[in-house]
């Protein structure tokens, strides 16, 4: 993350806590008093709310990685210049059982 992104982040961080306190509060005058109770949140709170919100995503964005391919094919050949195969369970399966085989040694433990 940089300088920026992280500036940004915690400045939203900041904002979306002061929101929420405004928040906390007004319900808390609301509870004393009786005589409006179906107020509700005021716009400045909701507008604060919106903009931290707006300003983390911006902040996240600002301080991402590059991008990587998600792409399967371009994954798998990342993977296989590493040495390692994506189909490494398909390849380490065991093979067909002989039954036959395994009859013999049945039976020769039985005897
Ligand atoms: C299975 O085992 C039998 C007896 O050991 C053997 O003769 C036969 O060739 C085996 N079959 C395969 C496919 O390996």
Redo the contacts with the bound molecule.
Sequence with gaps: MSFVSTTVTVLSLLLLFHAGYSAYEFSHYLKHLTVNSDATVPLDIIAETIVATALFAFGQVLGAKQLEPVSFAKWAKGLEREGKSPFAFLERRPG?M?????R?EYASAKK
């Design positions: 067909y002989n039954v036959t085989k395994l013999d």
